[in-house]
């Protein structure tokens, strides 16, 4: 994986800003276990993904990685339109991106 990529997690994480976010965008650069400074064992994850600029970048394990999308430019993180289904019918809504940009 080299270039700048849309990953999902497979786990919803904190970022920096204080936000729970279920996927990270940037730079992606592929690395073992052995930058954490410990080995993993082999029911492990033991390669990782950095995903973004050393001031905001981040560590997802290759086991948390669900999708990997490759995409040059950054996507949106404008509010969402979602739905959801009850009692009441559908019903539209607009929630905050879930998208981490880590550059």
Known sequence: MQ???????????YAPDGLKYRSVWG?????EDTVLGVKTNR???NWYAYVGSEE????VAGCQIHYAVK??????TDRV????YGE?????YERPSEIYVAQ
Do not use: H, R
């Open 3 to 13: 270039g700048k990529y849309l990953i999902t997690t497979d786990a919803w994480f």
């Open 88 to 92: 009441q019918g559908l019903k539209e």
């Open 71 to 76: 995409c040059e430019k950054p996507p949106n």
């Open 27 to 31: 730079d992606v650069k592929i690395i």
């Open 43 to 45: 029911n492990s994850s």
């Open 56 to 59: 905001k970048g981040m560590i």
């Open 81 to 84: 339109k979602d739905v959801s």
